[in-house]
């Protein structure tokens, strides 16, 4: 896979904070009877790598904790190799004012700082259900779908609501099964069962087709996160991209509201009239 070898490399420099040992100790784990893997083995860091500042196994479970001085986002990251195609399930519990996020197909970012990642999230947000579960591009183009939007980028890099689906009301402080599936440059998110996020990525230039999985602490207030039962399915890396000539978006789509300040007037793009 391309970038293995750097990866691979910044996996090895980035293992020490939280282990001794002088190589990746990836768990050697055979895939069960319905083909999925255990990443995380229930009782330590072993095959992760973050700062020890922030992450702990507590209870069985992976915990990242910030104290609400955090300068930016830190990581704790798989240190197996890129990931393209694959189902991701795991249970996550945060706090009321926490904000987390689960990253895949995400870079290895150094020029960021220690432990620095850039790519898809599947956001954890309790506080508010339109972030809770949505597709965010972290250090990317940002806000790609909202919870409930399934969405169409365009090959110029313009998300497109073209259907939503139902939004369920975030659970705080307890545990919800989360599920990511990734295909090609399909992508969909659910959390308990329901769906959250669909979307298809037409980017060339912007979007992401293997990378690494991590987990996130958030800047901003004092927050705790855990993450248990993570398991993953490999699927084919040869699985087909969707083409632009596949999809038809409809005339009434209308674009995904960008992140940040917008003037009080503003409205979404529509599509059909462009």
Known sequence: MRNYFTLTCLALILSSSLHAEDSIRVPKVAAADDGFVHLFNGESLDGWS????????????????????????????????????????????????????????????????EYGVSGYQCDVVVKAAKYHGMLYEERGRR???????????????????????TVNKPIRDEWQ???????????????????????????????SLEGVIAVQVHTGPEM??????????YLPDDLPLILPSDVQIPADAYGVRPQGRLPRDWKPPVFGEQ
Do not use: C
């Not at 919870?147 to 689906?165: H, L, R, S, Y």
């Not at 990511?180 to 959390?191: E, K, S, V």
């Open 224 to 233: 705790t996160v855990q993450y248990k039962d993570i398991r993953i399915k």
């Open 50 to 113: 973050g700062s020890a500042t922030y992450w702990s196994v507590e209870d069985g479970a992976i915990t990242g904790k910030a104290d609400g001085t955090l300068k930016r986002n830190h990581f704790l990251i798989w240190e197996g190799a890129p990931v393209r195609n694959f189902e991701l399930r795991l249970k996550v519990k945060l706090s009321a004012k926490g904000n987390s996020g689960i990253q895949y197909r995400s870079q290895l970012r150094p020029d960021i700082g």
């Open 177 to 207: 099964e989360f599920r990511i599936l990734a295909r090609g440059n399909h992508m969909q998110h659910w959390i308990d069962g329901q769906p959250t996020a669909d979307l298809v990525d037409l980017d060339e230039s912007g979007r």
């Open 143 to 165: 806000i790609l779908s909202h919870t409930g939007e399934k969405v169409v980028v365009d090959p110029a890099g313009q998300p497109w609501v073209i259907d939503t689906m």
